[in-house]
């Protein structure tokens, strides 16, 4: 046992005094280099901040503010809050949120671009069916997130307006629908908008 154990560092000791380029190689790829940078770990990585509540987002002064009227809470989840106006009952509009957020930016852009088109398509497909002029309207906004797009539709008598920001993986989409004030409303939704962008 004493004999094979010498033999073994005898073997090592003449490998390593070798100026073999193969050997040397070898000792360099077992051996670390402690001047090289460590790979990223997962805990060394910058931790994403957790999605934020979608009624977190857009609280319920902030929903008055956008419908003009008192409102009334309908739903509360985590990535969906629904907020229906209570001053005229037989002209409810309802304002949903809805917050997302995705694996990749890429993804996250395809979202976007399939939310923003979405609105129009609905509104043709209801309006054909009802024989009804389809009116659509829609512009970029600057300097909120990294994208955003403001629509406004009409599917018969219930008026449609849209608002959809992406700030990196994450979407935010303020929708209000009903027969209640329009005025001012686009001004209104991205005053809202532009408080709840800085919370994803």
């Known amino acids: 046992m004493l004999n094979r154990l010498l033999l073994l560092i005898s073997v090592a000791l003449s490998v390593a005094c070798s100026g073999e380029p193969a ?13 090289a940078p460590e ?16 009624c977190d987002l857009v609280s319920a002064a902030a929903a008055e503010q956008v419908l003009a009227q ?30 997302s957020d995705n694996d990749s930016e890429a993804t996250a852009q395809e979202v976007f671009g ?13 309006n054909q069916h009802v024989d009804a002029k389809t ?3 829609g512009q970029e906004l600057d300097d909120l ?20 920001v992406r700030k990196g993986t994450r979407v935010l989409t303020l929708n209000v629908t009903g027969m209640g004030k329009t005025e001012g409303l686009g001004k209104r939704l991205e005053a809202v908008a ?6 994803l």
Not at 24 to 34: G, H, L, Q, R, V
Not at 91 to 96: C, E, G, R, V
Not at 194 to 199: D, F, N, T
């Open 114 to 126: 399939a939310v923003t088109g979405m609105q129009g398509n609905l509104s043709a497909l209801v």
């Open 70 to 99: 008192h409102a009334t809470l309908m739903s509360d989840e985590a990535e969906s809050c629904m907020w229906s106006s209570a001053d005229h009952p037989g002209s409810i509009t309802m304002l949903m949120v809805l917050v």
């Open 145 to 164: 997130g990294d994208e955003a797009w403001l629509s406004a539709s009409n599917m018969d008598l219930i008026g449609t307006q849209q608002l959809v």
């Open 194 to 199: 532009r408080q709840a962008v800085p919370q």
């Open 135 to 137: 009116k659509k309207s």
């Open 23 to 35: 050997n040397a190689e070898k000792t360099a790829d077992a051996w670390p280099a402690f001047d």
């Open 39 to 54: 790979p990223a770990s997962a805990e060394n990585s910058p931790a994403k901040s957790p999605l934020p509540r979608a």
